[in-house]
């Protein structure tokens, strides 16, 4: 008798101690493809590991089907434990589930990033630059930001996010942390444009703050013909019509700007 009250304070303290090393861990909604370990204290032969079907549901012992689907882990272990007790199979049921490998939250990476797909939330709190990580982060035409898209409390979210701001500023607290069903989407950089007597002339992506004068260096400066004080900038105004004027090298490039580098006099 005394053995087994020790084995049961053991068992206690060994669940306190995971659920205090990983307090949200039992606040996980389970999903379809999440494998998960069920044990019953004191009973070995009802420790199973299962995943969780497309329906939600996992077949245990004695019991059948059970749906755990969208239950967290604490409401899933509540559930398989009443039903022990109902049926009359275990008095008092004490059950622990462990989560072995989240599959069942999938977030979408899409657009200018090296690997895009759909990738797990294998771990929990899982932030927005760690799966921008895992899908190999943005390519050479990728913007600094990212627009993150899914559903909050049932209803639609979005948040744009500044990728280098959150380490440049230390604006960490903007990193999200992702949600299963979240989409992830990488636009293309804004890019100026110049020609003319430029010696590189083509599309560059705009880096943060750059000037004119910064972009005809991009370009390569003039040719030898060309002056960096005979320029024409040509950019849309609020009606969307294009507007033509020479440019102070100081002044800052915008997205779609066009430079055109005009001949000297003489």
């Not at 083509?202 to 013909?225: H, K, W």
């Amino acid at each position: 008798m005394i053995r087994r009250f020790i084995q049961f304070l053991i068992c206690l303290f060994l669940v306190g101690a995971a659920q205090a090393a990983d307090p949200v861990n039992t606040d996980y909604p389970l999903g379809a493809g999440d494998a998960i370990r069920v044990q019953v204290f004191q009973n070995p032969d009802l420790t199973i590991e299962a995943r969780v079907s497309e329906n939600g549901a996992i077949n245990y012992p004695l019991i059948g089907s059970v749906g755990l689907g969208g239950l967290s882990i604490a409401a899933a272990e509540k559930k398989i434990a009443d039903a022990l007790s109902k049926g009359g199979f275990v008095k008092q049921p004490q059950v622990n589930i462990i989560l072995v490998q989240v599959r069942g939250n999938q977030v979408a990476v899409l657009g200018q990033v090296n690997r895009p797909g759909r990738y797990p939330l294998e771990t929990l709190n899982t932030r927005v630059s760690d799966m921008l990580a895992t899908a190999g982060g943005s390519n050479q035409l990728g913007d600094d930001m990212v627009i993150l898209s899914g559903l909050r409390n049932g209803k639609p979210f979005r948040k744009v996010i500044d990728i280098p701001d959150l380490y440049l500023a230390d604006k960490t607290g903007e990193n999200a942390v992702l949600a299963g069903g979240d989409t992830i989407y990488v636009h293309r950089a804004p890019v100026f444009y110049i020609f003319g007597e430029a010696q590189r002339p083509g599309s560059y992506r705009i880096e943060r703050g750059m000037t004119v004068m910064q972009a005809l260096a991009l370009g390569g400066g003039p040719t030898p013909r060309g002056s960096d004080s005979r320029l024409y900038l040509h950019r849309k105004n609020s009606a969307g019509a294009v507007d033509q004027r020479s440019p102070q090298l100081t002044e800052a490039v915008q997205p779609n700007d066009v430079i055109y580098v005009r001949e000297r006099i003489f």
